[in-house]
């Protein structure tokens, strides 16, 4: 809030003076030895009550102690000036330390005018503050002198249009005068023009009245396209117009089509139906983006209208339609009636361009918002739908692993029924296991990290493998399998890990779709340089409107509660990219609900003929007892107690380790064979601790495996670096764990015991 000034009773105007201090003695003190000044003191006790109060209104002078706790005196002039209100407001420093030619000249920096000490002696203090005062009662007083003569000379200048407007209105009134005179002459003459006036406010009030209608319909119809013809029909009759033509640019950016037009036949329509950018009067004028008036074209021998003038037109005008800087389309108008347009009619056909042009971009930007809405909602839906099915497909398989977690804590569980229950914890955890694996897989592939390992592989082993793989749910739905192959071996230099997904992800759905009973063919081809694999089941098929999106991220056929193998609606996702990464393609066909469905794979067949076969895999040793020394580091207890006594019952003498601080010790203590190591354990995770072992223990054997949720080809990848010797992700496979066992077993030194010992 300003602080208004208060006048004195002599006339003058008091200022405001800002004092300070954070001791409130002081403060009384200046008060007193100002107090004879007659002026505002207002008071501050800290440099941020002085800021705020600088907030407040404007002051002639400050006084500002230098020795403030928070803010001091340097600090909060150095804001003062900062303020570009306050910026050059006149500050006194107040000190009672000795004088310091640092602070002095500290002082000055910040713009001080004036430095006193401790005690300070009144008088001189009271100069000081009345010089200032004077000071800004003087700069205030050049203000309002100021102000005074601006008004002046606004009243003066007020004064003199007057006059001026008097005078004009004088001889404007003699004018009239003569005017009147020279028309009651020629009264006649005088009628006629007067005629002629009312004929032109009249055309110009219907022309206003037709553009303001006309934008009107256009800006509040839903479709303006649907009105553009009408409009520009009603236009060419008001402008006594034969022809028109409106182009609209393509969405290649390069050429233009004829989308309406009038006056002309269909032949001459057709010969002009497309125009590229830059050619012709249309091309030139959406490349140059500016208008083209052309007149006298029966005179004209530019080649550029040749094409209008082979149309019998005598002139032309073409303008661009341009809305927000984006070009849509040109319109032109034309007459065969007279060789040029006056000015008012270009006027017109500009405006109704323009208006044209904003129309149309509303109605794409209505569309495009539409269509956005509508993607939107779609993909919420799916996501939802996808969250609402993840969890049902996590839960199914939580409920047998729970049932059989009761069922063998019961002391009568034994043989059979605990063997049951172990082969379905283990089917369960191998579904949980696919499901996350798919989700992994998708990422990877939707950020492009996913790498195939291309070799030279048979087709009949892939589809061996895939028939394998989804053999278990196509047996559980007692489905008929039928597989036709070409006789003919066929070679392709593919993943052969991923093809191997493909297919079986494509039988796996035949199954799901499929009621049980069913029939599924598995057909190979071979057509040309290509190989056609086909998936065909009569299950409950796709619905037509589907077949675009069911290789869409979690587009799923319709489902219903008894079909809980519909899984998360990414398999045919996978397959689409795994099989493009390929240089195939997928298609899906159906005839309908109920009717089944086909999905045919298009891979190319690579000449393998000059590729040297892959080396024999070395024989793998058989399968030895160890009797390693390992140990375990997990803070994870479930997961250290199991593996630690399925490690035990393999045959090997297993410690474990439920820090990083911790298993440091044990380490270099027990110095065991192998160390199996979760990478994120309290204290230090596992790259810290082995990093430590390495200061304290370089020559430590032991061979480390890294063991992680994480599966990133980055992770496996820092966990080399690390010095790490391998890299496992939970859940472990038990087979690959006591293979790696094996692995490392060469690495330090421990030799097997002899097959016949």
């Known amino acids: 809030m300003e602080l208004i000034p208060t006048p004195m009773p002599d006339g003058d105007v008091k200022v405001d003076i800002l004092i300070v201090d ?67 407001m006149p500050i006194i420093f107040l000190t009672a330390h000795n004088k310091s030619d640092e602070q002095i000249s500290k002082a000055y920096e910040l713009g001080a005018v004036d430095f006193l000490f401790k005690p300070i002696v009144p008088a001189i203090l009271r100069a000081k503050v009345q010089a200032f005062v004077e000071l800004s009662r003087k700069t205030e007083e050049m203000k309002r002198q100021a102000q005074l003569l601006r008004e002046a000379t606004q009243r003066e200048h ?80 008001h402008l006594n117009l034969e022809v028109y033509f409106n182009y609209l640019l393509q969405p290649d950016g390069r050429t233009l089509r004829l989308e309406d037009f009038s006056g002309v036949d269909e032949a001459a329509a057709q010969a002009l139906h497309l125009v590229q950018l830059g050619d012709g009067l249309a091309g030139t004028v959406a490349q140059t983006r500016r208008s083209l008036i052309v ?60 208006q044209v042009a904003v129309s149309l971009e509303r109605a794409r930007l209505i569309e495009e918002l539409s269509l956005r809405n509508y993607d939107l909602a779609d993909a919420d839906r799916r996501k939802d739908e996808f969250l609402a099915m993840l969890a049902h497909e996590l839960r199914n398989p939580m409920a047998p692993i729970v049932n059989a977690v009761h069922l063998l804590r019961l002391p009568q569980a034994k043989g059979p029924v605990v063997q049951r229950a172990l082969d379905a914890i283990d089917r369960q955890v191998g579904h949980m296991v696919r499901l996350v694996d798919d989700l992994l897989d998708l990422s990877r592939i939707n950020t492009g990290k996913v790498e195939l390992r291309k070799e030279r592989v048979s087709l009949s082993t892939i589809i061996e493998h895939a028939v394998q793989t989804s053999a278990p749910l196509v047996q559980k739905q007692k489905h008929e399998f039928v597989l036709s192959m070409p006789p003919e071996e066929i070679r392709l230099i593919a993943d052969r890990t991923r093809l191997t997904q493909v297919v079986s992800n494509l039988l796996n759905n035949a199954a799901k779709y499929s009621p049980p009973g069913g029939r599924i063919d598995l057909e190979v081809v071979r057509e040309g340089q290509e190989v056609v694999i086909t998936v065909r089941d009569r299950g409950i098929g796709i619905r037509p409107e589907m077949l675009d999106s069911v290789f869409g991220l979690f587009v799923q056929s319709d489902r219903t ?130 990093a430590a072992l390495r200061e304290r223990a370089a020559d430590l054997p032991t061979v480390f495996i890294a063991l992680t949720g994480y599966g990133r080809p980055q992770d496996r990848q820092r966990a080399f670096e690390a010095g790490f010797y391998d890299h496992l992700v939970k859940p472990v496979d038990s087979d690959a764990l006591l293979r790696l066992l094996d692995e490392a077993r060469t690495r330090v030194g421990r030799e097997p015991p002899d097959a016949d010992s």
């Open 22 to 88: 954070d001791n409130p003695n002081n403060l009384l003190a200046l008060e007193a030895m100002l107090s004879d000044l007659g002026q505002n003191l207002v008071r501050a006790h800290s440099g941020v009550e002085a800021l705020r109060r600088l907030l407040e209104g404007d002051f002639a002078l400050a006084l500002l102690d230098i020795q403030m706790p928070d803010l001091d005196g340097f600090q909060t002039a150095a804001l003062i000036r900062s303020r570009e209100r306050s910026r050059h």
């Open 158 to 237: 007020e004064r003199r249009l007057e006059e001026a407007a008097q005078r004009w209105e004088a001889d404007r009134l003699r004018e009239e005068m003569v005017k009147e005179r020279r028309l009651t002459e020629t009264l006649a003459r005088t009628v006629a023009e007067r005629e002629r006036a009312e004929a032109a406010l009249q055309s110009s009030n219907d022309r206003l009245r037709f553009l303001s209608e006309m934008a009107n319909r256009l800006l509040v119809g839903e479709r303006p396209k649907e009105l553009l013809h009408s409009l520009y029909r009603d236009l060419s009759g």
């Open 295 to 354: 007149e006298n074209i029966h005179e004209s021998d530019d080649p550029t209208v040749a094409g209008i003038r082979r149309l019998g037109l005598t002139a032309h005008a073409c303008f661009p339609l341009v809305a927000q800087g984006r070009l849509l389309g040109t319109l032109a108008f034309g007459t065969r009636q007279r060789a040029a347009f006056v000015p008012d009619d270009i006027a017109v056909m500009q405006v109704v361009c323009d």
């Open 561 to 690: 509660a008894d079909r809980s193998q519909g899984g998360l609606g990414i398999g045919l996702t996978l397959v689409r990219s795994l099989v493009e990464m390929h240089g195939g393609s997928v298609v899906a066909h159906s005839e309908g609900l109920g009717r089944g469905s086909e999905f045919i794979v298009r891979l190319p067949i690579i000449d393998t003929r000059t590729i040297p076969p892959p080396p024999p895999e070395p024989p793998r040793a058989a399968t030895r007892e160890l009797g390693m020394k390992v140990m375990v580091v997990e803070d994870n207890a479930d997961v250290r107690e199991t593996m630690r006594d399925f490690l035990q019952l393999s045959g090997h003498e297993v410690t474990v380790a439920v820090d990083g601080p911790t298993a440091v010790e044990a380490l270099i203590e027990q110095r065991p064979d192998v160390a199996l190591v979760d990478i994120g354990l309290p204290g230090l995770d596992g790259y810290q601790m082995l």
